[in-house]
């Protein structure tokens, strides 16, 4: 049910003037259950003496909940409107949601800054003890847990390295100083008793000037979604529609300059618009251009701003600007959820947070980018044989035009380098980078890639970086949901890994289904499975390409007059993302089940003649096809033994074991025993995960290019180079360079010490308990505490 506002509904607000610079929203009530509510608990004459404050308690909610009057707007004096945050607010959305977590016996004061500068909180209290206490926490966002039976709580601020925080006037634009006889006024928030659950400062400003903007009190149970106008244009609108923890969906909508829904914590599937009261919807901009400017798809059409949260952060401020006919989302600041709040947080290193990839260029990953994954991985995703790959010569350089093909992790060549060093002073030239020393990040590792795919030409080069901003950073983050339906429907998934560990991209064109007529659908898709593959299925200096078959069984049935338009604009969005945006990823493409040797001549006449030696026309496909996977990873119509996928369950995308045959996995099993963490490879899969993915973040799977070409760029990724996971050639390289010994990686043991050190803690843990549980149950004859392995009972 839609929430109604304690001032009344949302559409009164366009009669007032446009002098009310600032409206704040309190909290909003699902219905009129609350309030009748409390009437029958006022009036109800059952209540003996003993629940006489029950009633005195819901009388005072009452009167603030139905006695207050709306606010009248004189056109002469503009008038502030109070912020009215009741005692009761039981009927946020989805209150029914009590948290169980540690934090509910403490109060949580929050510092929440933008990040011109560190700042501290200060904060001091008498405990429930009665003995005074000081904390302090530094940072750009900080917390100080107090328990909640303090008293006499004082909260003040300062700039690490800088001047005190002094008070503004926080009703005001342009946040003026607030000062007595002259003189500024530090600024201090006091909690005499009672204090609220969690009171959140929102801080900004530079070193020199920072002040404390907005202050949010709110119970431990609800997240902040707020809406900050930094102009007064328009009055503008927040829509939210979320799932309760009922499970049911809700909608709540709040108008003004300042907005704020306190929402359950429990909320789901949260989405976010915005609009312009009187005006037109809020649509997309791209954030990370300077000018701000508005976005258009692939169709030529402006997308909506939506946010969606399947799990909404502790807090999210949108800051919101422009006039009714072009209002813009400027900046999101989000507060990710505190694990010690939230008992539900999955805090797995496989997790990528929103806000990873809400940020400037310079900071943008150059991997991931796809967020709320509520399917699960294949337990086979990252087995141990694809993590612990040794590349052959071979493999790092193709065998046929002896083009790189692993550039990360790895010891580059001198001309390489040299090229690198070329192409930093070209962008600078071109006025791509301000500093050719510090290359942004979302394409820095795929440098040398870029330089590679453009044979050496630099104006080619800043070509492929631009396609990268214009093509894939604009677009992400993408949520599974916004593609759920077009993974499941097969038109482009993974399937399996040949035998030098590189996964299976299929593309059937018979299943393009509504894509045909979106290509902005299509690309969202496109992007979404090769970003799927980056960060999870490949492993720098190891696994860093794929393999393409596209199937054109059945395809004229896709097609007819009216939409060759569309398949054609499809197909080019294809080949961009794979060759452009995704360039020096693809070893081959096969392209299958051709309806005619016509079109196969017309598609071969429009391949580059560079680009020829990748694609192939097979006309026997299992026979042609076959020998470069083992059979369990291929689906039976193209020569392997897995099942042949159907729509519908093409995602999760499916992996499976021993990509490499058998032989691999008794490698596996001998390494496993000579390291002793585990006494058989079968043992390690029947203790752990089959997949290694668990204990690998989006920094490992992004990997490093060991880039010489500049000292500064050098610096930054050597130290992290000692601690990766190293093939043998490049623990060798490395060791040279940095002038110390790097060990190689090569079992699980040494892959999870350097990738999860809780993991291998914990086996050893467990080890030395079961071979203490051999001496004393299976070697009843030993005494000095020692067993000899061939003791361990069977199975173990």
């Known amino acids: 049910m839609a929430g109604c506002l304690c001032w009344g509904p949302a559409e009164d607000l366009t009669e007032q003037p446009a002098e009310l610079k600032h409206i704040q929203v309190a909290r909003v009530h699902s219905d009129k259950d609350e309030i009748n509510q409390l009437v029958k608990v006022v ?4 209540l003996h003496e003993k629940q006489e404050p029950v009633k005195q308690e819901a009388q005072s909610k009452l009167a603030v909940e139905v006695a207050t009057p709306a606010p009248e707007v004189s056109t002469e004096q503009p008038r502030q409107l109070p912020r009215i945050v009741s005692s009761m607010s039981r009927s946020t959305p989805g209150d029914a949601y009590t948290r169980t977590a540690s934090t509910t016996n403490h109060v949580i004061l929050e510092m929440t800054g933008d990040r011109f500068c560190l700042r501290t909180i200060h904060v001091s209290y008498t405990d429930p003890s009665g003995r ?4 302090a926490q530094k940072g750009y966002n900080s917390k100080v847990f107090i328990p909640d039976a303090s008293t006499d709580i004082v909260v003040q601020f300062s700039v690490v390295g800088g001047a005190k925080i002094y008070k503004v006037d926080r009703n005001k634009p342009g946040y003026p100083w607030i000062k007595e006889g002259g003189k500024s006024i530090i600024d201090t928030f006091e909690y005499s008793s009672s204090p609220p659950q969690h009171v959140q400062f929102f801080l900004h400003g530079s070193s020199l000037r920072s002040w404390v903007a ?11 979604l707020e809406m900050v106008s930094r102009d007064v244009k328009c009055v503008r609108t927040m829509q939210v529609k979320y799932t309760d923890d009922s499970g049911q ?16 914590s429990s909320a789901s599937n949260v989405e976010v618009t915005f609009s312009a009261v009187g005006g037109r919807k809020v649509y997309k901009v ?48 989000e507060n990710d959820i505190d694990i010690l709040e939230s008992a539900d947080f999955d805090c797995s290193c496989s997790v990528d947070p929103p806000g990873l990839f809400c940020v400037g260029l310079d900071e943008m990953p150059g991997i991931g980018g796809i967020i709320d994954l509520q399917a699960p991985h294949s337990e086979f995703l990252l ?4 993590a612990l790959f040794e590349p052959t010569n071979a493999e790092i350089f193709h065998a046929g035009s002896g083009a790189r093909q692993i550039f990360l992790n790895t010891k580059l060549k001198d001309e390489e380098t040299a090229k690198l060093k070329e192409f930093r002073q070209y962008l ?15 394409f820095e590792s795929a440098a040398l890639r870029i330089v590679h795919t453009s044979k050496g030409k630099l104006d080619k080069a800043v070509d492929l970086v631009k396609a990268s901003q214009k093509e894939r950073v604009r677009r992400l983050p993408i949520a599974e949901t916004d593609v759920l339906d077009d993974l499941k429907g097969g038109f482009m998934y993974w399937h399996g890994r040949d035998k030098q560990c590189r996964p299976l991209l299929i593309i059937r064109l018979e299943r393009i289904g509504a894509m045909a007529k979106d290509k902005e659908r299509a690309v969202k898709a496109v992007l979404y499975s090769l970003e799927y593959a980056l960060r999870y299925v490949l492993v720098p200096g190891r696994v860093e390409n794929w393999v393409v078959l596209i199937d054109l069984e059945n395809v004229l049935s896709v097609i007819n007059p009216l939409s060759i338009g569309g398949m054609v604009g499809v197909a080019s969005a294809i080949a961009t993302a794979l060759e452009k945006v995704y360039c020096g990823r693809m070893v081959w493409v096969k392209i299958i089940n051709m309806p005619s040797n016509m079109l196969a001549r017309a598609i071969n006449g429009v391949i580059p003649a560079e680009k020829k030696d990748k694609v192939g026309f097979p006309t026997d496909v299992k026979k042609e096809i076959a020998p470069f996977f083992e059979p369990n990873q291929l689906e039976e119509r193209y020569g392997g033994s897995a099942a042949n996928t159907k729509p519908g369950d093409t995602y999760p995308y499916r992996f499976f074991p021993q990509c490499r045959g058998k032989a691999s996995t008794d490698k596996g099993e001998e390494e496993q025993q000579q390291s002793g963490l585990c006494r058989t490879y079968s043992e390690w899969k029947e203790t752990e995960d089959l997949s290694l993915h668990e204990s690998t973040t989006l920094a490992f799977h992004e990997g490093a290019l060991w880039d010489e070409s500049s000292e500064i760029a050098k610096v930054r990724w050597l130290a992290n180079a000692k601690a990766a996971s190293l093939t043998s050639e490049s623990a060798q390289a490395i060791s040279k360079l940095a002038g110390t010994t790097v060990e190689p990686c090569q079992t699980v043991e040494r892959f999870l010490e350097l990738t999860n050190p809780e993991a291998v803690r914990g086996a050893h843990d467990n080890r030395a308990k079961t071979e203490i549980d051999w001496g004393s149950a299976e070697d009843p004859d030993a005494t000095d505490g020692k067993t000899e392995r061939s003791a361990a009972p069977t199975g173990v």
């Open 383 to 386: 087995p141990a044989e694809v």
């Open 249 to 264: 969906e809700q909608t709540w909508s709040g108008s003004g300059y300042n907005v704020k829904c306190h929402m359950q």
């Open 43 to 46: 009036f109800d004459d059952s």
């Open 428 to 442: 600078v030239e071109k006025k791509v980078v301000e500093n050719g020393d510090v290359l942004p990040r979302y």
């Open 286 to 333: 791209d954030r990370r251009h300077p000018k701000l400017p508005f976005i258009k798809d692939a169709n030529g059409k402006q997308p909506l701003e939506k946010f969606v949260y399947s799990t909404l952060p502790s807090s999210v401020q949108f800051e919101i600007r422009g006039s009714s006919i072009m209002p813009y989302v400027s900046s999101v600041f």
């Open 214 to 224: 907005d202050v949010d009190e709110r119970k431990h149970s609800e997240n902040l």
């Open 132 to 135: 005074q206490r000081q904390k």
